[in-house]
């Protein structure tokens, strides 16, 4: 069972992360209304993996739905974004043990908790959008739970897998898209297919916003 949220960290330092990233990163989150009818409900939030302040930006947009994050284990030893990591709820992944994590975001969303991973299954190298894993189809097939798209555009910019520290004032947008049930006979593959070609214009969508 995860534990809850200290009071201090939910009204106090997220919404804190929330101005900040307002403030450096001019942060727009497009269509958050897409949200609103899973408070209190559990959902999965799938999309791209641009850079160190994904899960800030998410934490931004997402701060009364609670969610718990799918995280690489070694970014907690990270100096800087290990502690940001730190503020939402978070599901380590240990190398090699990617069924079992998987496993336990199945019963996460069974128990109604909302949860978010990055189906590329690493920060993408290029600021393009990678190959998808099956993870979101295996989780969606096993709960029968809503799958929500988004893309962040902007983050590679601002804060890329190679950077040590982030480029400020490089303009932030996530888009969020309209949900993808569950649907009976559907591939974990075809689902994925399906997902990646929302997300895909979502970040079209989110880079049109950037360059306008």
């Known amino acids: 069972m ?11 330092i997220m919404p804190g992360i929330k101005t900040l990233m307002k403030w450096f ?18 959902f999965i939030l799938a ?52 069924l079992s994590t998987l ?35 295996f989780l969606q097939r096993k709960t029968k739970i809503d799958i929500i798209p988004f893309a962040i555009s902007g983050g590679f910019q601002a804060w890329a897998y190679n950077k040590r520290f982030p480029t400020l004032f490089k303009k932030i947008v996530l888009t969020f898209g309209e949900p993808i049930p569950y649907e009976e006979g559907r591939s974990d593959e075809d689902t994925i297919a399906l997902l990646r070609s929302k997300v895909e214009a979502l970040k079209q969508s989110g880079d049109a916003v950037i360059t306008s």
């Open 2 to 12: 995860l534990k809850a949220m200290p009071v201090i960290i939910e009204r106090i």
């Open 25 to 42: 990163f001019g942060l727009k989150i497009v269509d958050k209304d897409r949200l609103k009818p899973y408070r209190g409900k559990p």
């Open 47 to 98: 999309g791209t993996h641009t850079g160190w302040l994904d899960i800030p930006t998410l934490l931004s947009a997402t701060r009364k739905h609670a969610l718990t994050f799918m995280v690489a284990e070694e970014v907690f030893s990270y100096p800087l974004v290990g502690k940001i990591v730190e503020f939402g709820n978070t599901l380590p992944i240990a190398k090699n043990k990617e």
């Open 103 to 137: 496993k336990s975001l199945v019963k996460c969303l069974n128990e109604g908790v909302p949860i978010a991973i990055f189906p590329e299954g690493k920060l993408s190298e290029t600021g393009e959008i990678d190959q998808f894993q099956a993870g979101a189809g």
